[in-house]
Every structure is written in structure tokens, then in C-alpha cells.
């Protein structure tokens, strides 16, 4: 018997060695102390009668005319995602306006770029640069628009073959989010309890290189976007651009705000950034992954520490890392706030809702599924009417807060910027 | 001489896949065949779900559809379609807690949706073998309730392993984790699972 392998050593490998995954050098020393160790011997049983329940269970088979429903929803021009449907915004569609937008935007720069932004790229172009940044996450992710207080907006324009009756009782999935390695550029908070009427924007540029408005980028860049952007402000923290815009689209329009935060450190053109300009990846078919769409793993991937927790094919960095892109692309913040439920940041994000107050996602935006069981972080600010006691009461609730000072606005507003950690509580 | 539709029948995926980026669409169609049971049964046990899986299922083959040119062959096609799966499972998932849906809901997951069995079945007549058939389908019971009960990450990688039984390795490229984090994950969910069934069983007045 091998004296190293310990108790705890020999219980970690029950499941590689009735998978037959154990080296082979390590098999005789478990089976030694499995015989010398009634309590082990007993765990091994209750794992494999786990492991051959779950493999008893049946196949399922697909419905009768399921061939037949995909054949239709391929013809039909389907992408696999549900177009429009409950403020979701419908990828392709924005990705041609986002090349529309570059396009314009790039197209008024030759005439009238200035001098101190010709190193920084399309984007650095006022509030049309906004919808643009705007229109890039929605490329990287979905933009959430408040849902249409309306009847919902049709699912798709293709019959749906098969499924009958029954869609229309359940309305389908919609590709939300995902898109692993894009998230690098900045996710709208998906999923985080009611739809945000903010988005935060992954951005790129100086904030000291702040233009004005080019009325004719901006104008030309929203006749070919179709994106109007109504009133661009400029009251946010240095770093933060916000604009008010709506998005001209067949039948009405839909209306929102797009806040562009993160870091904006001059970086060379981003065009050049295929992750930032060209999302061709949208729906997580990961396909994914741009670079990577066997699904095979890179090397930093595959060679970052081990986080247990970490959810699949969500976060492309280590917790600690993302924690350190975060504060970096937010700036410092006031504290943190430990979560451990399995919907921690959805809590956090309800319950500072249900207050009537604000939360800003800013930084690289993990997924919505980031937060499902994942260790991972999202550095947020809030915006509190009340008491200071009130604030710290509602994100104590949430978990283990560590709060520095809190700032108090001319507007009658606390703000905070803090980071939230996500740690499952397994 | 072999028909096209035997031709198409034997051949392995990735045979299928290169006469499809040469533009065989019958080819396409005999991967949906080859694969549709596999696909939408995931898609039920990750969405707990007959209705959204079978959306979910049709979508998954509409993006594979879309995006099979862009698979590069160093995977198997199947981890491919695996990971498609997941994301958009995913997906749906966010859909549905952004709806404010219950997260685990075995619930509109009718028990017996989830193996495919079809409405309840008669409880069995008396005798040795038919109580045998009722504890065997209580635990089975209990096995799918707490399966729907469990963290996303436990279930999926359970799913993948105990229940479709990809290797490690594929796993590993379908969950893009690193070994390590599979062989710890596996068993972390698989003593997670047990414990819900130990607690189960026992609240059942059986025996574990």
C-alpha cells in the first residue's frame, strides 16, 4: 500500500477509479485502503449505485416531426435564436447595423477627424460612438430593452413547424448572453432579476479624448443604424459615457439608455480586435468561441488554476483575475460584498431594485449564468435614496459586506461602488 | 451498389460534416437523425422540460446548421454538438430566470416527462415483483426530482458522464474544463447527488 495516499486522498478518487480514470499507479494503493476501510468501502457502493441509476435511466426520443421542424426553421432562416422577442434584440440584425454604424462612422472620420484622436480608432467619435459601443455588446451579447408593455413582439417570422399548439404556450428560449470569450468586452447584466434600462457598454478609448458631437458622423451614423440617439449626457463619472437612444425597428421602436463604461485606457484601433469589433459569435454556440469553435480548450484555459466552482464554458479567467479586470476597469472601490447563494448577484441586484434604487454593472461583464454556482466577481455601483444605515442593512442582507466610506451626492444620493464576490457556498 | 441513404447511414459524423460544407444537405439531415435523440434528451434533463426542450433541441441543430462550417474537425463532432447544447441550454435557462420562472421546476418538468416514459404509469398488481418494480420506480423518482434539483453544474457534468457517458477528456473539451476540475467536479456531484438521495430515501422510510 502506498502510505501516501490518505483518507481524504482515497474518498477524492473514488469516482475516477470506478470510472477507470485512476493512473494506474494509484489503484492499488486506494484498493489497499479501501480493504482495510469499511466506511470507504461503503461510499464506493453508494457512488456506484449513483453512477447505475443514472446510467439506467432511458433514452429520450425526440418528438415525431422533429426532423421535419428543423428542416422548416432552416429554411425558414432561422439562426437558432428567437428574433425580437421580449425586448431581446435579434443579433444579425444588429450586427449589420453595428457594421452599418462602423462603416459611417469611419467614413466621417476621414472628413473631419481631429488631430488628437486619429490614433484612436472609429469609435472615439461622440454619441454616435455610444450607440455604436452600444450596438457591440448587443453584438457581444443581447441588449435587454425593457419589454414591450405591449403583446410581445413576434417570435419569428417563420412558421415553426412542428412543435404545435404547444409554442404557443411557451414561448421559446431566446439565445440570450453566452458567447464565451466575449465577455472580455463588456455583457449587458442578462438575467439579473427585471431587465435594466441601463446597459453597460464595453468601450475602449481616453476619456480625456471625450469629443464633441460630429453632427455628421453622428447623423449619418444613425441614418444607416437606424439607431437615433436622443440625447447623449455627459453628468456620469469620468469614464462613463451615456447616451439615450432608440432603435428604429419594423412595426416601432424601441427606446433605452446605453451607459459606456470601462476602461479607457488609449489602446490601439480596436478593429484590429476581433473579440471587440467583429462579434462573430453570437450565440454561444461556441462556436462560442471565434477563435476556438471546435470547443477545443487554449492553452490559458486549460492551464489556469483550477476553480472547482468555476461554471463551465461561463468565465474565460480566473476569478481572481476577472476580480483584478474588474476593479481595474472600474476603478477603486468601496468595498466588497461576499455572496454564496447559487443566485447571489441576482439577489443583490433584486433586492437593491426592490428599493427603488440603482445598480450599475461596470467592468467586463460576466453572464448572468456566471453567477448560477460560479466563483466569479462584478464590480457594481449603487445609487441609494436613504440613510447610510439603510444601504449597509439591504447589502448586508446579501452576504458579507466589508463597506469603506460612502459618498454622498449633491443630488441626495448615496453612492457605492463595490465589488461582488461570488463564491458558492459548497 | 450501396444507396445514398445507406451511404449517409454509415458514414461517421465527420464524413457527414465535410459533405455538408460541400454542400449535401441530405447530409446535415442525417446528423439531425443520428443525433436528435441525443440532443433533445439533454436538452429535457437540462431544462427540466419537454416544451422548451424540444424548441431548445430544434434551435441547437438550426445553429449547428448554421455554424458547421466553422467546426474544425479537431473534436469529435459529437463534444461539438455537446457543448452547443449546453450553451444554449444555458441560454434558455437565463431566458427563463430573467422571465422569472422557477430555476429547478421539475415541476413543469412532469417526473414523468423527464425519461421519456410517457404518462404515469398503473401501479403494478400485487406481489414480490411488482413491489420491487414500485420501489425501483420511486427511486427512480427521486432520482430525476433531485437530478432537476441540482446546481447547473453538478447536473450537466453528471448528465455528460453518468448518463451519456462522454470520457473525461471529452468533457473536458465539452465543459472546457481542465482534467483536473472534471475527475473533482464528477465526484463532487455525484456525492452531492447521493446525499440528496440518502436524505430522500431516508425521509421515505427506506433504505439508502
Known amino acids: 500500500m502506498d502510505e501516501s495516499m490518505t483518507k481524504t486522498d482515497a474518498r477524492e478518487a473514488l469516482s475516477a477509479y470506478i470510472d477507470g480514470e485512476l493512473p494506474a499507479d494509484q489503484v492499488a494503493s486506494l484498493e489497499?485502503?479501501?480493504?482495510?476501510?469499511?466506511?470507504?468501502?461503503?461510499?464506493?457502493?453508494?457512488?456506484?449505485?449513483?453512477?447505475?441509476?443514472?446510467?439506467?435511466?432511458?433514452?429520450?426520443?425526440?418528438?415525431?416531426?422533429?426532423?421535419?421542424?428543423?428542416?422548416?426553421?432552416?429554411?425558414?432562416?432561422?439562426?437558432g435564436d428567437v428574433e425580437g422577442e421580449d425586448g431581446v434584440i435579434d443579433f444579425d440584425a444588429e450586427r449589420r447595423r453595428i457594421a452599418a454604424l462602423k462603416e459611417a462612422a469611419a467614413a466621417d472620420s476621414e472628413q473631419d477627424r481631429p488631430a488628437n484622436v486619429v490614433s484612436l480608432g472609429w469609435w472615439l467619435k461622440g454619441p454616435a460612438i455610444v450607440a455604436a459601443a452600444a450596438l457591440l455588446v448587443i453584438g457581444l451579447g443581447r441588449l435587454v430593452i425593457p419589454p414591450d408593455p405591449g403583446p410581445p413582439a413576434m417570435m419569428a417570422a417563420a412558421p415553426r413547424a412542428s412543435s404545435g399548439p404547444a409554442l404557443a404556450e411557451a414561448p421559446a428560449p431566446?439565445?440570450?448572453?453566452?458567447?464565451?470569450?466575449?465577455?472580455?468586452?463588456?455583457?449587458?447584466?442578462?438575467?439579473?432579476?427585471?431587465?435594466?434600462?441601463?446597459?453597460?457598454?464595453?468601450?475602449?478609448?481616453?476619456?480625456?479624448?471625450?469629443?464633441?458631437?460630429?453632427?455628421?458622423?453622428?447623423?449619418?451614423?444613425?441614418?444607416?443604424?437606424?439607431?437615433?440617439?436622443?440625447?447623449?449626457?455627459?453628468?456620469?463619472?469620468?469614464?462613463?459615457?451615456?447616451?439615450?437612444?432608440?432603435?428604429?425597428e419594423e412595426g416601432g421602436t424601441e427606446a433605452g439608455e446605453a451607459v459606456a463604461s470601462a476602461d479607457f485606457a488609449p489602446q490601439p484601433d480596436s478593429d484590429a480586435d476581433p473579440k471587440l469589433a467583429e462579434p462573430d459569435d453570437p450565440d454561444g454556440v461556441s462556436l462560442a468561441e471565434p477563435d476556438d469553435p471546435d470547443g477545443a480548450i487554449g492553452e490559458e484555459e486549460a492551464s489556469a488554476p483550477m476553480d472547482d466552482m468555476a461554471f463551465g464554458l461561463a468565465p474565460k479567467r480566473s476569478a481572481a483575475k476577472a476580480a483584478d479586470e474588474s476593479d481595474a476597469d472600474a476603478g477603486p472601490t468601496a468595498g466588497t460584498l461576499s455572496v454564496q447563494a447559487a443566485d447571489g448577484m441576482r439577489g443583490v441586484d433584486a433586492a437593491v431594485r426592490a428599493r427603488g434604487w440603482t445598480i450599475r454593472y461596470l467592468g467586463p461583464q460576466p453572464r448572468a449564468v456566471d453567477f448560477d454556482g460560479a466563483t466569479t466577481s462584478q464590480t457594481v455601483e449603487i445609487a441609494a435614496r436613504g440613510t447610510e444605515d439603510d444601504l449597509r442593512s439591504v447589502l448586508r442582507a446579501q452576504g458579507n459586506l466589508r463597506l469603506g466610506a460612502v459618498t454622498a451626492g449633491a443630488d441626495g444620493l448615496l453612492r457605492v461602488r463595490l465589488t461582488v464576490v461570488h463564491a458558492s457556498a459548497e | 451498389m450501396m444507396g445514398q441513404a445507406q451511404q449517409l447511414h454509415d458514414a461517421e459524423d465527420g464524413e457527414l460534416v465535410r459533405r455538408f460544407i460541400e454542400g449535401d444537405g441530405q447530409?446535415?439531415?442525417?446528423?439531425?437523425?443520428?443525433?436528435?435523440?441525443?440532443?433533445?434528451?439533454?436538452?429535457?434533463?437540462?431544462?427540466?422540460?419537454?416544451?422548451?426542450?424540444?424548441?431548445?433541441?430544434?434551435?441547437?441543430?438550426?445553429?449547428?446548421?448554421?455554424?458547421?462550417?466553422?467546426?474544425r474537425g479537431?473534436?469529435?463532432?459529437?463534444?461539438?454538438?455537446?457543448?452547443?447544447?449546453?450553451?444554449?441550454?444555458r441560454n434558455v435557462q437565463a431566458y427563463r430566470a430573467r422571465r422569472h420562472e422557477k430555476r429547478h421546476d421539475s415541476l413543469d418538468a412532469r417526473p414523468e416527462d423527464e425519461d421519456g416514459l410517457g404518462p404515469k404509469r398503473e401501479l403494478p398488481a400485487g406481489g414480490a415483483s411488482a413491489e420491487d418494480e414500485l420501489l425501483k420506480g420511486e427511486r427512480l423518482a427521486f432520482l430525476r426530482e433531485e437530478m432537476a434539483r441540482l446546481d447547473p453544474i453538478w447536473r450537466e457534468i453528471l448528465l455528460l458522464r453518468d448518463v451519456e457517458g462522454l470520457s473525461y477528456d471529452e468533457i473536458g473539451a465539452a465543459l472546457d474544463l481542465a482534467a483536473g476540475t472534471v475527475k473533482s467536479r464528477i465526484h463532487r456531484a455525484r456525492g452531492e447527488l447521493r446525499k440528496r438521495l440518502t436524505r430522500r430515501l431516508r425521509e421515505a422510510g427506506e433504505t439508502p
Not at chain 2, 435523440?37 to 426542450?53: I, M
Not at chain 2, 424548441?55 to 446548421?65: D, G, L, P, R, S
Request: aromatic share 8%; with cysteine; net charge negative.
Open chain 1, 32 to 79: 489497499a485502503v479501501l480493504a482495510e476501510d469499511e466506511e470507504l468501502a461503503g461510499e464506493l457502493r453508494a457512488l456506484r449505485d449513483v453512477v447505475g441509476e443514472l446510467a439506467s435511466l432511458p433514452e429520450i426520443e425526440a418528438p415525431e416531426g422533429f426532423l421535419g421542424a428543423v428542416m422548416a426553421r432552416v429554411e425558414a432562416g432561422e439562426t
Open chain 1, 174 to 248: 431566446t439565445g440570450l448572453a453566452a458567447g464565451d470569450g466575449l465577455a472580455e468586452a463588456g455583457e449587458p447584466p442578462l438575467g439579473l432579476g427585471e431587465p435594466s434600462p441601463e446597459v453597460a457598454v464595453g468601450f475602449a478609448g481616453s476619456p480625456a479624448a471625450r469629443p464633441a458631437s460630429p453632427p455628421a458622423a453622428r447623423k449619418s451614423a444613425e441614418r444607416r443604424s437606424g439607431i437615433r440617439v436622443a440625447d447623449d449626457r455627459t453628468d456620469r463619472p469620468a469614464g462613463v459615457y451615456a447616451a439615450e437612444y432608440e432603435i428604429a
Open chain 2, 27 to 71: 447530409a446535415f439531415e442525417a446528423l439531425v437523425v443520428r443525433h436528435r435523440n441525443r440532443v433533445f434528451g439533454l436538452c429535457v434533463r437540462l431544462l427540466s422540460s419537454r416544451t422548451y426542450a424540444e424548441e431548445a433541441a430544434q434551435e441547437v441543430f438550426v445553429k449547428v446548421y448554421r455554424n458547421l462550417a466553422r467546426f
Open chain 2, 74 to 89: 479537431d473534436s469529435k463532432f459529437t463534444t461539438w454538438l455537446y457543448r452547443v447544447t449546453l450553451n444554449h441550454c
